[in-house]
């Protein structure tokens, strides 16, 4: 039996399936990933990962067509790995070099975000469609986008870098990046509850938090406060936690009316843990709102059919070759 490999590398979790090319899943597997073993302990941690799905489900190693990864940033794409990860302390990781020496088949690396978007072209919501742009809305905030049935690269692979546009000029809040006012500094799974620190304290709003969903959910301390619990709050009817949620929403809408002005696509596919739990939450304010901010002609805005498993998809894509016949 033909198949190929996927592996969607996070900072978190490494996940590994065997798939075909109509995108039938056969098996898969997942562990956390081995950041902190050294730089070598990643692709061993994927090569072993590789061989044991393999020997459970008896495929022949060499019946493989290619392995696809879709990994976490910042690519290093002549070298194939990541360059300098702002999670771990080494100045690179290797992935292709050594998958390729293991297993002797194609070995594709790609920016997972880009790699979230060939899933959505092959298997998901792009099927069919030359212009859209799919952003991820988790841990942080990042986007791949097809223009003219072609993915947008840049020059080393990380084109892209969405959550870091400024949607606000006077910079309240610092992004991880280290820069001021960025989308991701506001919205983004890790950083909503620094936003919601800052429109409590600008709002005036200490006497609601003492008598909102949030003051018991985080123990009574700002610092404690999370993205899920405003986001469960907001699921109840809390005041302060629907407020915040709509607030957060309110810059979502101008995050993806710039994609929409910047790449002017058909559609624009919403993912990532933050949109996924919350799809009515998130999706209701930027279908309410980003119309007020766009000058292209309008794109439907929708949630990712592969859940959480685009990347998985994208990378299967990759593994077959198809993302360079467009
Ligand atoms: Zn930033």
Redesign the pocket.
């Known amino acids: 039996m033909k198949y190929g490999i996927a592996v969607d590398l996070g900072a978190t979790n490494v996940r590994v399936i065997a798939g075909c090319r109509d995108g039938r899943i056969i098996a898969r597997i997942m562990e956390r990933t081995n950041l902190m073993g050294g730089p070598e302990a990643v692709s061993r941690q994927i090569i072993r990962l590789i061989k044991r799905i393999c020997r459970e489900n008896t495929l022949k190693l060499e019946d493989a067509d290619g392995i696809g990864v879709g990994a976490f940033g910042p690519q290093d794409p002549i070298r194939g790995g990541i360059s300098r990860p702002a999670n771990a302390p080494y100045e690179f990781i290797p992935i292709r070099e050594p998958l390729t020496e293991e297993f002797k088949v194609p070995v594709e690396v790609m920016n997972d975000c880009l790699v979230a978007a060939i899933g959505e072209r092959f298997y998901g919501a792009g099927r069919g469609i030359d212009n859209f742009v799919y952003i991820t809305i988790s841990t942080g905030i990042g986007a791949g986008v097809y223009v003219d049935g072609h993915v947008l690269l840049g020059k080393d692979g990380n084109a892209h870098e969405i959550?870091?546009i400024v949607v606000d000029y006077e910079g309240r809040l610092l992004?991880?990046?280290?820069?001021r006012g960025?989308w991701?500094?506001y919205c983004s799974g890790k950083n909503i509850p620094n936003y919601a620190r800052l429109i409590i304290e600008e709002e005036n709003l200490k006497d609601k938090f003492r008598h909102s969903y949030l003051y018991k959910a985080s123990y009574g301390k700002m610092e404690r406060v999370t993205a899920k619990a405003i986001y469960d709050g907001a699921k109840i009817g809390d005041f302060l936690c629907e407020h915040l949620v709509n607030r957060v929403g309110e810059i979502n809408a101008m995050g993806v009316a710039s994609a929409i002005n910047v790449y002017d696509p058909s559609v624009v596919i919403l993912g990532g843990a933050v949109v996924l739990n919350n799809v009515e939450q998130v999706l209701t304010p930027i279908r309410m709102q980003f119309k007020d901010y766009i000058v292209n002609r309008e794109a439907e805005v929708k949630v990712t059919p592969l859940k959480g498993d685009v990347v998985l998809y994208g990378a299967l894509a990759m593994a077959f070759g198809l993302h360079k016949k467009g």
């Open positions: 959550g870091h992004c991880g990046c280290g820069k960025h991701e500094a």
